[in-house]
């Protein structure tokens, strides 16, 4: 039997509900609350926000902050049943709306009036805290830390069997996400025009799945690096079972640690780049033109902001949470600061669509795997995945962010690209059948 300040607190928070979505701003988006009653009808709808006590509105809304309606899920205040990424459409009702609804709601005093959260459990993994010099190398290793030392094991669980942590390839949405990374290696590797013999950098080399398949496919001598101990070990213990150890390794090693000019004919960066700085990135592409040897390649592959976009990730659910001092430029910027290191800028491919994809793929595995993660991580820190690649998947959907791959060439002494007329050998399947690469990899669901 519901008592008089049970009924008040449904109504109470229908009334907040109708406020706040009384313009249809996600129709497909349902509410249940703690009681079981439904918002704005018990219309099966493709998301679904539990609302886990009376208190759970005001636990997401106040202070209005994107970190707090963060955390208001990580703790259970609420849950999503359902797909997440159709929820991220209310972000910019509940934060960005140029915030009159929140402003009102709190004047009113409305929110205030629903009672205060249960405390939260302490998590196994909390907020970051980093300490020192913004990107000085000590707090970048930090940084990598909190977001990489998790545990391999967890991130087995929803990865490819490569364990490649960046954006696939994806020739048709069917392809599976083990083919779609394999021909995101290839066709990385097809874009450096890779040799035998030849030397390849790969900075920020993750668990080792490109450096690998460089060595195997290529013959070419890999040196990876990492700021993550665990991404060490896993990855040279998988070098050395592919038996290829004698032309490929893998250290833990900042870029701004090396110091062997024009040692390498090849660089490749894939999802570091966003962890540099804005203010370091000439220092970024500098170091890279020293350890390039002239007439030498670099791809460039990270995420980028959009002009004109709003995006705080000091202060943002990414930057406590996941990606700690990770910051993301206009590609505009980027290419600038490239060109000014002397480098020449060969090609530029956006990403975007593919990224998505790649992001559906680890979204559902990742859920298809919650009990077993929970042998790795507590709640809040699987929470904490599956809330930022939901996100993530939106927001490169809609176009709020981008990824992009960029082609520089250290031009030669006499001014040469080395580069041919034309990218027909990108392409070229006839390569990836001769190295045993399945290019068109409809599979369905294979891992």
Known sequence: MKTNSSVENTQLTLSLLREILDNGAAPDIGVRLWDGTSFPDDTPRKATLVLKHPGALR????????????????????????????????EDVLTNRSNSVLKKLRAAGKLLKLPASPKHQNARRGPANLKGKLHSIKRDREAVTYHYDVSNDFYALWLDRNMVYSCAYFQTPEVSLYHAQEHKLDYICRKLRLKPGQRLL?????????????????????????????????ANQRIESAGVADRCRVLLRDYRELGEPSAYDALVSVGMFEHVGEQLLASYFAKAWELLKPGGVFLNHGIADRLGAKNDAQTSFTGTYVFPDCELVLISTTLAV??????????????????????RHWVRRLEE????????VDEPTYRVWRLYMSGAAYRFKVGRVNIYQSLLVRKDTKGHSLQPLTREDWYSTESLKEKGVSYDGISGHQS
């Open 338 to 359: 490239a060109e000014a290191a002397g480098f020449e800028v060969r090609d530029v491919e956006n990403l975007r669509e593919h990224y998505v994809l790649t992001l």
């Open 202 to 234: 790969d900075i920020g080399c993750g668990w080792g799945g490109l450096a690998l398949h460089a060595a195997r496919h290529y013959g070419v001598d890999v040196t990876g690096i990492t700021l993550s101990q665990p991404q060490v070990e896993l």
């Open 369 to 376: 795997h919650h009990a077993q993660a929970l042998q790795y």
């Open 59 to 90: 636990s997401m809304l106040l202070p209005g902050t994107e970190v707090r309606l963060a955390e208001a899920y990580l703790f259970d205040d609420f849950d999503i049943e359902g797909t997440v990424e159709d929820v991220f459409r209310l």
